[in-house]
């Protein structure tokens, strides 16, 4: 069965802390993967990363993905009380299905 | 430009009616796709529709729950007989086209089933 497993589940930083989210993924299909931003309304689009080794940058925002060892992290430096949300990694499939992870929950404090 | 549009957003019913939720892609977009987020997990993939096709309904339970998305109007996922663990928050996303994975998603209903 296809899985991605985000990890951690949950984080508490301090403004200014840099963080990493990790998401890992087992999927027949693989074609792209996506991450997004939820908080309490509609998932917002952050990247699509296809290719290996190349960084995707916004901002403070940054991502990289691994085709070899079937994970991407998603980076976010000099963290605001804005960037607290849930983070959802999810891997897009060949027949366009998306399949999320359960998500990390960010919660930077001020 | 809008962005997706879901109604309502917000849902209440009582055991054994019916719940019918409408979504409105981006203008211009064809492809839509419906997920539901039960509490504290991911969302999961339900349905993927072209204009007037179901393309995809692995993730949609065989009985009470349908879909549509006409040729004219809002993309359409209907519950019969609602039980209380339907209740969930239910997101509806769409797609230029079926060449890129990019979705952009709508402020979703939260269906609660008294």
């Known amino acids: 069965e296809d899985k991605v497993v985000q990890s951690p589940l949950s984080l508490v930083v301090h403004e200014g802390d840099t963080v990493t989210l990790n998401c890992s993924y087992e999927v027949t299909n693989f074609r792209s993967l996506l991450w997004y931003k939820q908080e309490k309304k509609a998932p917002t689009f952050l990247f699509m990363l296809t290719s290996s080794g190349i960084e995707k940058k916004s901002g403070r925002l940054s991502s990289i993905l691994d085709k070899k060892e079937l994970f991407s992290i998603l980076n976010i430096t000099a963290t605001q009380t804005g960037d607290s949300a849930v983070y959802l990694c999810a891997v897009g499939e060949y027949g366009n299905k998306l399949v999320f992870g359960a998500g990390t929950i960010l919660r930077v404090k001020s | ?114």
């Not at chain 2, 509806?92 to 089933?113: H, I, K, N, Y």
Request: net charge positive.
């Open chain 2, 1 to 114: 430009n809008a962005g997706v549009m879901q109604n309502p957003r917000h849902l209440v019913r009582r055991r054994g009616q019916e719940a019918r939720l409408r979504c409105s892609p981006m203008k211009g977009h064809s492809h839509v796709y419906w997920y539901r987020q039960l509490p504290e997990e991911g969302l999961k993939f339900m349905v993927y529709l072209q204009k007037e096709n179901i393309i995809d309904e692995s993730g949609m339970p065989k009985e009470r729950f349908s879909a549509e998305f006409p040729k004219e109007g809002p993309s359409i996922l209907r519950i019969q007989q609602v039980v209380r663990g339907d209740s969930a928050a239910y997101f509806c996303a769409s797609q230029d086209s079926g060449l890129m994975d990019e979705q952009f998603f709508g402020p979703g209903t939260r269906l609660t089933v008294l």
